[in-house]
């Protein structure tokens, strides 16, 4: 019998760790940690495969705390104008795959070919290769075949990418790390081709640590002797971390500074910050394809045509995307850790006309926000003190409103979207969003603030706004601006809801 997408979804809903395992892996140190690789290579045994079989997609590994998902998406976009085309008459790419996390709307924006995400045919059939290995292998044992015999979901979903980039030859792999680098399930990988970290911040401290220092130390994990390994610039403490572990681990890592003159190209990802991740997909792209035996595209100044493209196509929904309505003009990025919030609020300023006149101080301007599983408080103030300084304004918003990242008023979560990692009696009981209110009031108490159970809920309600404000409060395109930021979770579910008229139909 055919299982569908569906099927392949409510299985994978299975694996999901509750959030009182979650909150007992943060609370366990180092101990579940370092199991965490051993036990991933026992699963991919269980389902055929040495971790050396995956030397054969000539992965690429990144790891980061920001800027990890845009910097594999420019990789990816670069290495894609490689393929066989008329002015590739000799290529070395066919098929370049990307794996990154989380997804938007669809779990099979993690897995992509060619960036395209895999069909839900084709990732309905691999997802059941998968499960269908480790239940026999459970089966031999005489072991049960439930949610026991199978890795936790993000585990799982790594496990079903190199088995799908293997299954369809792919010759090329961009990996993204999950969280982390030396303990993160990716981090099976034995000889990639190339590594790269992107900017370091404070985040996942529970897992990682709470200090640069730390965070540097786990990111590094990813570095393999005699692999080239590429850096964002640093901090100096990050940095010296690094330089130490690519020592111990017999290779050496070259800092990638910003390169102005891609100020020149129009990146199809904006914002001056993906000038920093644009410059290290560059040199990643460079060092790859050097690699694989291509003759080398860099130093070579201006860039190659094909280079120039690829930075140029490159599409990476909900970051620092605008989309349009009749009277309000989305400003949308995922932005969930203190750098990141920080740079979307800085893009999001950058598209308002500042300083702010007396006038348009007036202006109505919406905040669609969450953030369930970090310092949300902390996120919400450094959003409203880089505003403030940017625009010189300490009203940034005339309205906020707090979601969780239910999708639907009626229906709850779109299957895709489930997720069971937070508190499940906080989220029904909006602890959080209450929090938040509250925070903002502290914060600016001009402004008007609404708590609201579903992000469509929250969708209706802007647009409610957007209906009563006049001309004279919106901006000169008669639209107003909308940040929705917080959570790549709450992105994707918005994302959602507009896509299908915010009825969940």
């Known amino acids: 019998m055919d299982r569908s997408y569906a099927d392949a979804i409510a299985a994978l809903n299975t694996l999901q760790s509750n959030f009182a395992v979650v909150d007992l892996i943060r609370k366990s140190g180092n101990a579940s940690k370092t199991a965490a690789i051993p036990e991933m290579v026992d699963w991919c045994r269980k389902i055929g495969y040495e971790p050396s079989d995956f030397d054969r997609m000539n992965p690429i590994h990144i790891a980061g705390t920001k800027g990890k998902g845009s910097t594999s998406a420019f990789i990816s976009s670069i290495l894609a104008q490689y393929l066989p085309s008329p002015s590739q008459s000799n290529p070395r790419l066919h098929k370049i795959g990307l794996?990154?996390?989380?997804?938007?709307?669809?779990?099979?924006?993690?897995?992509?070919?060619?960036?395209?995400?895999?069909?839900?045919?084709?990732?309905?059939?691999?997802?059941?290769?998968?499960?269908?290995?480790?239940?026999?292998?459970?089966?031999?044992?005489?072991?049960?075949?439930?949610?026991?015999?199978?890795?936790?979901?993000?585990?799982?979903?790594?496990?079903?990418?190199?088995?799908?980039?293997?299954?369809?030859?792919?010759?090329?792999?961009?990996?993204?790390?999950?969280?982390?680098?030396?303990?993160?399930?990716?981090?099976?990988?034995?000889?990639?081709?190339?590594?790269?970290?992107?900017?370091?911040?404070?985040?996942?401290?529970?897992?990682?640590?709470?200090?640069?220092?730390?965070?540097?130390?786990?990111?590094?994990?990813?570095?393999?002797?005699?692999?080239?390994?590429?850096?964002?610039?640093?901090?100096?403490?990050a940095h010296r971390v690094l330089e130490q572990r690519a020592e111990s681990k017999s290779t050496t890592i070259q800092t990638v500074p910003t390169d102005v003159s891609l100020v020149n190209i129009p990146l199809g990802l904006a914002a001056n910050f993906q000038l920093t991740n644009a410059s290290l997909a560059v040199q990643i792209a460079s060092a790859h394809l050097l690699a694989l035996g291509h003759p080398p595209p860099l130093p070579t100044l201006p860039l190659p045509a094909e280079f120039i493209r690829g930075l140029n196509k490159v599409r990476w929904p909900g970051r620092c995307e605008i989309r349009y309505e009749r009277n309000i003009s989305w400003h949308i990025d995922s932005g969930h850790t203190l750098e990141s919030i920080q740079a979307a609020a800085t893009w999001f300023a950058s598209q308002l006309p500042g300083p702010i006149s007396a006038a348009a101080k007036r202006t109505t301007r919406v905040l669609l926000f969450n953030q369930q599983t970090r310092d949300a408080d902390a996120l919400a103030r450094a959003l409203h003190r880089t505003l403030a300084y940017a625009l010189q304004d300490n009203r940034p918003f005339s309205h906020a409103v707090f979601c969780s990242n239910v999708t639907f008023q009626e229906t709850g979560f779109r299957p895709d979207l489930v997720s069971i990692n937070a508190d499940l009696q906080a989220v029904n009981e909006l602890v959080v969003q209450k929090r938040l209110a509250e925070t903002w009031r502290e914060i600016d108490a001009t402004t008007e603030t609404k708590v609201v159970r579903s992000i469509e809920e929250a969708v209706d309600w802007v647009r409610a706004v957007a209906g009563q404000a006049t001309d004279c409060l919106l901006d000169g395109s008669g639209r107003m601006k909308v940040l929705v930021t917080g959570s790549v979770h709450l992105v994707g579910g918005f994302l959602e809801v507009l896509e299908t008229g915010a009825k969940g139909e």
């Not at 499960?131 to 936790?152: F, N, Q, V």
């Not at 640069?212 to 610039?233: D, L, N, Q, R, Y």
Request: hydrophobic content about 40%; overall charge negative; proline content about 6%.
């Open 99 to 237: 794996y990154t996390s989380p997804h938007l709307r669809f779990v099979r924006e993690r897995i992509q070919i060619n960036n395209q995400p895999l069909t839900e045919e084709t990732f309905a059939k691999y997802f059941f290769q998968v499960w269908d290995r480790l239940e026999d292998a459970a089966r031999a044992k005489g072991l049960p075949t439930d949610t026991s015999a199978k890795p936790m979901y993000f585990r799982f979903l790594t496990l079903m990418a190199f088995h799908t980039y293997l299954s369809e030859g792919v010759d090329t792999a961009i990996i993204e790390c999950g969280i982390g680098g030396e303990y993160d399930c990716t981090n099976i990988l034995i000889t990639p081709r190339v590594t790269g970290i992107t900017s370091l911040g404070i985040d996942h401290v529970g897992m990682l640590g709470n200090t640069i220092e730390e965070i540097a130390w786990h990111k590094a994990g990813i570095m393999k002797p005699g692999v080239p390994a590429f850096t964002a610039p640093q901090c100096a403490t």
